[in-house]
């Protein structure tokens, strides 16, 4: 068996208190949910999390803000999971709203070691707030900062022992970009197969980027 293959409970060991987490899916789509609810369950508390959005109460990272095991949220949009913002409301949780292209770059950005990039998206709204602008030929635009964390949880449909991963249409949305932007990687399989199973024209994520199956 390849080493990287893991047992859930040796894959979350890695998962401390306190960590700044990116977590696959969008709307639970493509979302961890066995790592999801194996942390729920090993009671880790404090966490930063990096993700598009919320999900629902009972669907992707929407469980741990009904479980309580987030301090801090950066994400595109909480409207589908109306406990975050009734934690977000109450003072319970920190939540920082960021348009979902921006977020995007922000990781790729991390991920191809860049110190930031310029865009024009929210120029003139509370975006912009708190952060450089720079005018080039006349237009304004926001400097975003990379964005990295410590630890990704991502969802393959196929994953080879190599840690080549295969994702299933629309699932493959930020698993990708967040593989590239962490110092370590799991990703929790539909299917895992021997090496060499997975076309090479289909391996989205390759399995250099990912120490934990």
């Known amino acids: 068996m390849s080493t990287k293959v893991k047992t859930i409970e040796d894959a979350l060991k890695y998962i401390k208190d306190g960590m700044t987490i990116m977590v696959g899916g969008f709307l639970g789509v493509g979302a961890p949910e066995t790592l999801i609810s194996g ?117 393959g449909a196929k994953v080879d022992k190599k840690g080549n991963i295969y994702y299933d249409s629309a699932a493959r949305n930020f698993n990708p970009l967040m593989a590239s932007a962490t110092d370590l990687v799991i990703v929790e399989a539909d299917e895992i197969v021997e090496a060499g199973e997975i076309d090479a024209n289909d391996v989205m994520t390759p399995g250099i980027l990912v120490d934990v199956i």
């Open 39 to 155: 942390l729920i369950d090993k009671d880790i508390k404090n966490l930063t999390i990096i993700t598009s959005d919320t999900g629902f109460p009972d669907v992707g990272t929407g469980k741990l803000i009904v479980n309580k095991v987030v301090k801090r949220v950066i994400a595109s949009h909480i409207g589908t999971n109306p406990e975050t913002g009734r934690q977000m409301n109450e003072g319970e949780i920190e939540v920082i709203l960021t348009p979902q292209g921006t977020l995007a770059e922000q990781i790729r950005a991390a991920g191809a070691g860049l110190g930031g990039f310029l865009t024009p998206t929210g120029i003139g709204t509370i975006i912009e707030e708190g952060k450089k602008k720079i005018e080039i030929g006349g237009k304004e635009y926001i400097l975003e900062l990379p964005i990295k964390a410590d630890v990704a949880l991502l969802k």
